[in-house]
């Protein structure tokens, strides 16, 4: 039954937000990256990516974004999608979906509200650069 379940603990997998230039925009913008900080692959990594919340007294909710990658490989990053600057003000969610070996591993990152700024950053592991880092 219920307690029958098994739901495996996400470990040393964490997204991150960094700031990175933007030769498109000429300007630095915000990148959501998935991190393996672990010593196994992660397997059909599935992130899916939205953002909701309250503007100016207005719900908004924006478009689901879904990302594949075939693999993780051990103590890397791969970079999921660029925050555009508007959504900032909203909760960001990423839903990361992988497997190590067998078991199906899963969890919900969120970005609260206006917590993507340079005034919450700390060096992210992996990458070694300053960034928003959910665990």
């Known amino acids: 039954m219920k307690k029958d379940i098994i739901i ?6 964490y997204v991150a937000a960094l ?6 925009f000429m300007e630095n913008t915000w990148y959501a990256y998935l991190i393996n900080d672990g010593e196994e692959k ?5 992130v899916v990516s939205n953002a909701w919340g309250e503007i100016n007294g207005e ?3 924006t478009s689901t974004m879904r990302h594949a990658f075939v693999e993780v490989p051990a103590n890397t990053a ?5 925050i555009e ?5 909203l909760n960001n969610s990423f839903m990361v979906t992988f497997f190590k070996g067998n078991t199906l591993y899963d ?3 969120v970005f609260k509200a206006g917590s993507i700024n340079t005034e919450n950053v700390k060096e992210i592991p992996v ?9």
């Open 19 to 24: 700031q990175e230039w933007n030769d498109d």
């Open 59 to 61: 719900q908004r909710k």
């Open 42 to 46: 992660l397997e059909t990594a599935i």
């Open 78 to 82: 791969v970079k999921i999608e660029m």
């Open 127 to 135: 990458i070694f650069k300053d960034g928003v880092l959910l665990s």
């Open 107 to 109: 969890k919900n990152f």
């Open 85 to 89: 600057e508007s959504v900032l003000a």
């Open 8 to 13: 495996p603990k996400v470990e040393n997998v």
